[in-house]
């Protein structure tokens, strides 16, 4: 890919997660790690394979983390990840407007996943969820409108919880 630098970690890096697990562990608690924030892990190239299978595997070998994983290719996760990797993982997706909302939520609700949650950075335009619909009975039902000035954001107490709600497979 022209123009793409890749960054190979040390593999100290690698047992960082190692030892927060364990640490984790003898606290009695879950942590969470926000996965490779300065990255998209949904993005797919051929230079990424190895070190994907790596943090799949990382994922199932720390079961006191709590992974987050956050994608503006939602769409390649299930493709890319082990579904049980996914299922033991925070599996987000950025919806910087309503168009990529409107496309990207639906996919992620398909996506399995531990916890499902959205971003809303760069906040570009409104973002009405709405009309979300529910994923247990197809219902609509209030959620959250956000608005890009950050001038008028309103949650609806009665709200669908998107990062409870079981994926469909």
């Known amino acids: 890919v022209t123009g793409v630098q890749t960054c190979a970690l040390p593999i100290s890096y690698w047992r960082e997660p190692l030892r927060w697990n364990r640490e984790a562990a003898a606290a009695g608690e879950r942590r969470r790690v926000f996965c490779a924030?300065?990255?998209d892990v949904g993005e797919e190239r051929p230079d990424l394979v190895a070190p994907r299978a790596r943090l799949a595997q990382l994922i199932l070998d720390t079961p006191n983390l709590?992974?987050?994983l956050l994608t503006k290719r939602i769409e390649n996760m299930a493709r890319l990840f082990p579904r049980d990797a996914l299922e033991r993982s925070w599996v987000g997706t950025t919806t910087e407007n309503q168009e990529h909302a409107d496309k990207r939520i639906p996919i992620l609700l398909q996506t399995p996943a531990a916890v499902r949650f959205i971003s809303a950075e760069p906040l570009l335009g409104p973002v009405d969820l709405t009309e979300l619909p529910s994923h247990y009975d197809g219902e609509s039902r209030p959620l959250l409108r956000l608005d890009a000035d950050r001038k008028s954001t309103r949650l609806n107490s009665s709200h669908t919880?998107?990062?409870?709600?079981?994926?469909?497979a």
């Open 37 to 39: 924030s300065l990255a």
């Open 66 to 68: 709590d992974w987050l």
């Open 161 to 168: 919880d998107i990062s409870r709600m079981p994926s469909s």
